[in-house]
């Protein structure tokens, strides 16, 4: 991957590959809340725009923070306190459907009042001229230096998220979804540990949403629209839930079939419509798990005349 954007040098395609890392990000946070958790949020989009609202409001509009990386840990942190308080409230009496309806909720409010309170949000025009990450001499203003960085925080995520689950926290959760009851009486808190399993994955989607910030140096009140929310569902569910591969694979399906087949915006979703009903009724984990399975089986297939041999010397000998 590090290579890409070297192999690919017109500029549309390393576009897209800087969209696709920031959008893979923001999946692998969603699969937190959908494969691991086994909840639904039809609001997670909200915290990528907080993430990178915080950023054009301490960089661009009150001018509040001396660095770009402070106000990305700020981004990173506002949308962590957003994923806190949704949790804290919402996950104490509703799971499920409900708590879809209620993120929804929250993302039809918070997509009104970024485009209402324009005095402060700039509204439809959002805020512009964000000034971009930099290290020493080095300036993170091209597709190729920003490529690169994003596909750091991305390692980072895919680092951060596998010692979750390979934690107590994170095993904790899996119990969770699997069987609440019987996790309760094992002494597992499962309010507590949900809070804060939805807490990490808002911080991340704020990570994403500070990377896009940064990238396209133009921020607008879309970022809270439904549009991204089924965006993140599409690359879910098509790359494959409990996985981490799955949905860095979807994010890669998403944004480069969406953009690269050549047919009308509306012909390209009836397409990702009928990939994502094949995917409920065929591949219901996805697509990056039914590859998994593919490549063990051959992998065993092509070791076993080698094994075959290997037992029938070891029986001559």
């Known amino acids: 991957?590090?290579?890409?954007?070297?192999?690919?040098?017109?500029d549309?395609?390393?576009?897209?590959?800087?969209?696709?890392?920031?959008?893979?990000i923001f999946a692998l946070s969603l699969d937190i809340i959908m494969g691991y958790m086994g909840?639904?949020?039809?609001?997670?989009?909200?915290?990528l725009g907080l993430g990178?609202?915080?950023v054009g409001f301490l960089s661009v509009t009150w001018k509040l923070s001396p660095s770009p990386w402070l106000s990305l840990l700020a981004g990173v942190a506002v949308a962590a306190v957003f994923g806190f308080i949704i949790g804290f409230v919402?996950?104490?009496?509703?799971?499920?459907?409900?708590?879809?309806?209620i993120t929804f909720g929250i993302g039809v409010i918070m997509t009104t009042v970024m485009y209402t309170a324009y005095k402060t949000?700039?509204?439809?025009?959002?805020?512009?001229?964000?000034?971009?990450?930099s290290i020493g001499g080095l300036t993170f203003n091209t597709d190729v230096t920003s490529y690169l960085l994003e596909l750091f925080f991305l390692g980072l995520t895919v680092y951060l998220i596998h010692r979750w689950l390979?934690?107590?926290?994170?095993?904790?959760?899996?119990?969770?979804?699997?069987?609440?009851d019987l996790a309760k009486s094992t002494g597992i808190n499962s309010y507590r540990y949900y809070v804060m399993a939805f807490t990490l994955a808002s911080a991340l989607a704020g990570l994403s949403g500070c990377l896009f910030a940064f990238y396209l140096r133009a921020?607008?009140?879309?970022?809270?629209?439904?549009d991204y929310m089924i965006m993140a569902l599409i690359m879910v569910v098509v790359g494959g839930t409990r996985s981490l591969g799955g949905p860095i694979l979807g994010s890669a399906i998403y944004v480069f079939g969406l953009r690269l087949i050549p047919y009308a915006k509306e012909t390209v979703l009836v397409i990702f419509g009928a990939i994502v009903l094949f995917c409920i009724l065929f591949l219901q984990r996805g697509v990056y798990p039914w590859l998994e399975t593919i490549f063990t089986r051959v992998t065993e297939w092509r070791r076993r005349p080698g094994e075959a041999s290997g037992g029938q010397a070891s029986e001559q000998t």
Do not use: K, W
């Open 1 to 10: 991957m590090i290579a890409l954007p070297f192999i690919f040098t017109d």
């Open 12 to 24: 549309y395609v390393r576009y897209l590959l800087n969209l696709f890392v920031i959008y893979a």
């Open 39 to 47: 909840q639904y949020s039809f609001g997670h989009q909200v915290a």
């Open 52 to 54: 990178a609202y915080s």
């Open 90 to 101: 919402a996950l104490r009496a509703t799971r499920g459907v409900y708590l879809a309806i």
């Open 121 to 133: 949000t700039g509204g439809s025009r959002g805020i512009a001229l964000i000034p971009p990450l």
């Open 166 to 180: 390979n934690s107590r926290f994170g095993r904790a959760v899996v119990a969770v979804r699997e069987n609440e």
């Open 219 to 226: 921020i607008t009140p879309a970022l809270f629209g439904t």
